[in-house]
């Protein structure tokens, strides 16, 4: 059933189908390139552009103008020479190009003379107590069946969180008909004073006149809480009820289902596990690699465009896909790079679609009591790991994350760390008075998804491979 | 906890949850067409057994984990439904042979 890649060599190798892949594929493919794109999901559109081929959902409006930008750059794609795969799981992505991917169980191997790594985000850990209880889901899962299942919640449903995201699900929930008790805001009072300085290009921006409209349509219908500064979910085996205080004020309300959003963080694992280098961003907090102007990072070959770059939006991760791209075809066929848009515009549409981004960023740094838990919370979901045993771990000589996978399995689980990176490293540097930068991250490496060892097991072997590892 | 919208006019899938007929819809992943099902889908850890059910939808968080027509462990919010497919709600661990 699943399609494995046509050739073994390619010039240019893109990892993901969300907005910033969907550009670097088409890019490069009408450039002349031979060209891979290798998604992990079922079509084309990553997150932002979910089901963008196949929504049920067909009144356009309901999901918005922005969502179907998202069916251009499909249209774009599949009029190039791209080769595109999807249910196509990396694996494996080294310092020499050579990438393993998972299609229909059986793994497939590729070399790339240049990779772009558009692999995008994930949402943030929100680590309260009962976040992993059946019934509490982040928002983006919801968006995610509603975009390509027309589905919405139709329980006692609560939003809780901050951040663009959040007020885009509600109004697309209300749209649909879906139902939404409450929305609890937990951005910080403080935080819009900080914001006051970027708010100039935040309000000649487009996200500001967007942003109004919808958190009036949501306000019209909703009652929202806001200066929310506790959370907890509870309920025995299955959500019951959400409490909350705002205000100085607990309140406590049944719920059937809880959203929780606040905000996204680059995916770093593949990246991370070619041997990347990332910085941890003060700003964003979160993990962000180190690249040049071109998405150029400090492996020879490998870019990074999109999100996973570190989290500008769908509009730049476009961007981004495209500069990426230019970047491969001026190296490796720098005659077609005429045919394209010149980098100096595709700089300038770049700084354009970043424009409020800073104001985003600054308004919507999450809270540290959302970040880092105490107690019996569960810091690491695969491993059913507490805050309080991460900090007794530390106590007696844990003294970062891959120290702690010794005392505790943290990030050791099925997610390899996607769920809990963030929180341990923060976690870590908050009991031993470090930074996140000094504390460090999971030491990640391929496989960076789950194979069976009957995959592995099934992989060609040469002569040398088995004598490398046969006694006698 | 979930319901469909009226404009969904895909066509039905038929599955099976643990031996039991579920109306799917073509285009569904496994994880959605449980959660619009209404059935109880609830999976045990392999660590505590504390119930669970998915968390992202996306493919990071492994709390969609399903044995699906005999493979255990299978995420289930990155495989579409298809006729006649044969989904177990997992119980902890993957058993030796699925």
Same mark, same amino acid.
């Given at each position: 059933?699943? &399609?494995?890649?046509?050739?073994?060599?390619?010039?240019?190798?893109?990892?993901?189908?969300?907005?910033?892949?969907?550009?670097?594929?088409?890019?490069?493919?009408?450039?002349?390139?031979?060209?891979?794109?290798?998604?992990?999901?079922?079509?084309?559109?990553?997150?932002?552009?979910?089901?963008?081929?196949?929504?049920?959902?067909?009144?356009?409006?309901?999901?918005?103008?922005?969502?179907?930008?998202?069916?251009?750059?499909?249209?774009?794609?599949?009029?190039?020479?791209?080769?595109?795969?999807?249910?196509?799981?990396?694996?494996?992505?080294?310092?020499?190009?050579?990438?393993?991917?998972?299609?229909?169980?059986?793994?497939?191997?590729?070399?790339?003379?240049?990779?772009?790594?558009?692999?995008?985000?994930?949402?943030?850990?929100?680590?309260?107590?009962?976040?992993?209880?059946?019934?509490?889901?982040?928002?983006?899962?919801?968006?995610?069946?509603?975009?390509?299942?027309?589905?919405?919640?139709?329980?006692?449903?609560?939003?809780?969180?901050?951040?663009?995201?959040?007020?885009?699900?509600?109004?697309?929930?209300? @749209?649909?008909?879906?139902?939404?008790?409450?929305?609890?805001?937990?951005?910080?009072?403080?935080?819009?004073?900080?914001?006051?300085?970027?708010?100039?290009?935040?309000?000649?921006?487009?996200?500001?006149?967007?942003?109004?409209?919808?958190?009036?349509?949501?306000?019209?219908?909703?009652?929202?809480?806001?200066?929310?500064?506790?959370?907890?979910?509870?309920?025995?085996?299955?959500?019951?009820?959400?409490?909350?205080?705002?205000?100085?004020?607990?309140?406590?309300?049944?719920?059937?289902?809880?959203?929780?959003?606040?905000?996204?963080?680059?995916? &770093?694992?593949?990246?991370?596990?070619?041997?990347?280098?990332?910085?941890?961003?003060?700003?964003?907090?979160?993990?962000?690699?180190?690249?040049?102007?071109?998405?150029?990072?400090?492996?020879?070959?490998?870019?990074?465009?999109?999100?996973?770059?570190?989290?500008?939006?769908?509009?730049?991760?476009?961007?981004?896909? @495209?500069?990426?791209?230019?970047?491969?075809?001026?190296?490796?066929?720098?005659?077609?790079?005429?045919?394209?848009?010149?980098?100096?515009?595709?700089?300038?549409?770049?700084?354009?679609?970043?424009?409020?981004?800073?104001?985003?960023?600054?308004?919507?740094?999450?809270?540290?009591?959302?970040?880092?838990?105490?107690?019996?919370?569960?810091?690491?979901?695969?491993?059913?790991?507490?805050?309080?045993?991460?900090?007794?771990?530390?106590?007696?000589?844990?003294?970062?994350?891959?120290?702690?996978?010794?005392?505790?399995?943290?990030?050791?689980?099925?997610?390899?760390?996607?769920?809990?990176?963030?929180?341990?490293?923060?976690?870590?540097?908050?009991?031993?008075?470090?930074?996140?930068?000094?504390?460090?991250?999971?030491?990640?490496?391929?496989?960076?998804?789950?194979?069976?060892?009957?995959?592995?097991?099934?992989?060609?072997?040469?002569?040398?491979?088995?004598?490398?590892?046969?006694?006698? | 906890?979930?319901?469909?919208?009226?404009?969904?006019?895909?066509?039905?899938?038929?599955?099976?949850?643990?031996?039991?007929?579920?109306?799917?819809?073509?285009?569904?992943?496994?994880?959605?067409?449980?959660?619009?099902?209404?059935?109880?889908?609830?999976?045990?850890?392999?660590?505590?057994?504390?119930?669970?059910?998915?968390?992202?939808?996306?493919?990071?968080?492994?709390?969609?984990?399903?044995?699906?027509?005999?493979?255990?462990?299978?995420?289930?919010?990155?495989?579409?439904?298809?006729?006649?497919?044969?989904?177990?709600?997992?119980?902890?661990?993957?058993?030796?042979?699925?």
């Amino acid at each position: 059933m699943s &399609v494995a890649p046509k050739r073994e060599n390619y010039d240019v190798v893109v990892i993901g189908a969300g907005p910033a892949g969907l550009a670097a594929a088409a890019t490069s493919a009408k450039a002349g390139l031979s060209t891979l794109l290798l998604d992990e999901n079922i079509g084309p559109g990553g997150q932002v552009f979910r089901a963008i081929a196949s929504t049920p959902v067909t009144e356009r409006n309901q999901l918005g103008a922005d969502y179907w930008v998202g069916a251009d750059l499909v249209q774009s794609l599949r009029a190039s020479n791209a080769e595109v795969i999807h249910r196509a799981t990396v694996w494996s992505l080294d310092r020499n190009l050579d990438i393993a991917v998972s299609i229909g169980g059986a793994s497939a191997f590729v070399k790339a003379k240049r990779v772009i790594l558009a692999t995008g985000a994930l949402e943030r850990p929100f680590p309260i107590p009962g976040w992993t209880l059946p019934g509490v889901m982040t928002a983006g899962a919801a968006q995610t069946m509603l975009k390509s299942s027309a589905l919405v919640p139709d329980g006692r449903t609560v939003i809780a969180g901050q951040g663009p995201l959040l007020w885009l699900l509600a109004a697309q929930i209300l @749209r649909l008909g879906g139902r939404i008790d409450r929305i609890l805001d937990t951005t910080q009072r403080g935080n819009y004073f900080a914001a006051l300085p970027h708010a100039f290009a935040f309000l000649t921006s487009p996200y500001f006149a967007k942003g109004l409209s919808m958190m009036r349509e949501v306000r019209a219908k909703v009652q929202v809480v806001s200066g929310v500064t506790e959370l907890a979910a509870s309920g025995d085996g299955q959500l019951a009820s959400v409490s909350y205080v705002a205000g100085g004020k607990r309140e406590t309300i049944a719920a059937d289902l809880l959203l929780l959003h606040q905000g996204v963080v680059p995916n &770093v694992n593949l990246a991370m596990s070619a041997g990347i280098e990332h910085r941890w961003d003060d700003l964003q907090l979160c993990w962000s690699p180190v690249l040049d102007a071109s998405g150029n990072s400090s492996v020879a070959g490998i870019a990074i465009a999109g999100d996973g770059a570190g989290i500008g939006g769908a509009s730049a991760a476009v961007v981004r896909g @495209r500069i990426a791209a230019r970047a491969a075809v001026e190296a490796l066929a720098p005659a077609s790079a005429a045919k394209l848009p010149a980098m100096a515009t595709l700089r300038s549409d770049l700084a354009k679609a970043e424009r409020g981004r800073l104001f985003l960023d600054t308004l919507f740094r999450p809270a540290p009591q959302f970040r880092i838990p105490s107690g019996d919370t569960i810091v690491c979901r695969c491993e059913e790991v507490t805050a309080k045993d991460v900090l007794d771990s530390v106590a007696i000589g844990a003294t970062g994350p891959n120290q702690l996978k010794a005392y505790r399995r943290t990030g050791m689980g099925p997610c390899q760390g996607r769920l809990c990176g963030l929180t341990v490293t923060e976690l870590m540097a908050g009991a031993r008075g470090k930074t996140p930068q000094e504390i460090g991250y999971y030491r990640l490496r391929a496989p960076v998804k789950p194979i069976t060892l009957a995959e592995l097991a099934a992989v060609p072997k040469s002569e040398a491979d088995v004598k490398a590892v046969v006694r006698g | 906890m979930f319901k469909r919208s009226e404009q969904d006019k895909r066509p039905q899938v038929q599955i099976f949850v643990d031996g039991v007929a579920v109306a799917a819809r073509q285009g569904d992943t496994v994880s959605a067409a449980l959660l619009a099902s209404g059935v109880d889908a609830r999976r045990s850890t392999a660590v505590s057994g504390a119930p669970r059910l998915p968390y992202c939808m996306m493919g990071v968080c492994f709390d969609c984990l399903v044995t699906i027509d005999g493979v255990g462990n299978r995420q289930g919010c990155l495989v579409p439904v298809a006729e006649g497919m044969q989904i177990e709600i997992q119980k902890g661990k993957r058993e030796i042979g699925k």
